[in-house]
């Protein structure tokens, strides 16, 4: 695998529906009702709609790299942080650039952006070439 600064990871874009969602946070045994109790998310909380949960944006995160990795690389750490909610309804697009090759380990910058085209989920990724 030739890597280079500069690279672009594939977009990858996401809208994720109320199923998907109370699936994601059952899994996790987040029983937060910002997640699947829209009338509580608007009226108490006062989001407008369901809250897309901060894991799965990590989640998304880690897959475009490991998607563009494939069997030629590993992810060896990820760190990110979520910056704003995102909602039911939106689409997300998950992407990033190579920042820097050093022998066989490349650093990604990664990112949740919204519609907006505001980044709600910055990340920076490290991987080992293998292949």
Request: proline share 5%; hydrophobic share 40%.
């Amino acid at each position: 695998m030739n890597v280079a600064v500069g690279d672009a990871l594939p977009e990858q874009f996401h809208t994720p529906d109320n199923v998907q969602l109370m699936l994601y946070n059952a899994a996790l045994w987040n029983g937060h009702r910002i997640h699947f109790d829209e009338p509580y998310a608007k009226e108490v909380e006062g989001y407008p709609g369901l809250v897309i949960a901060g894991p799965l944006l990590g989640d998304w995160l880690n897959q475009v790299v490991e998607l563009w990795l494939g069997e030629s690389g590993r992810l060896t750490k990820i760190e990110y942080s979520n910056r704003a909610a995102s909602y039911i309804g939106e689409t997300l697009t998950a992407g990033g650039n190579v920042t820097a090759v050093e022998g066989n380990t490349i650093t990604i910058e990664v990112y949740i952006k919204n519609e907006d085209g505001d980044v709600i989920a910055p990340c920076v990724a490290t991987a080992e070439i293998i292949a």
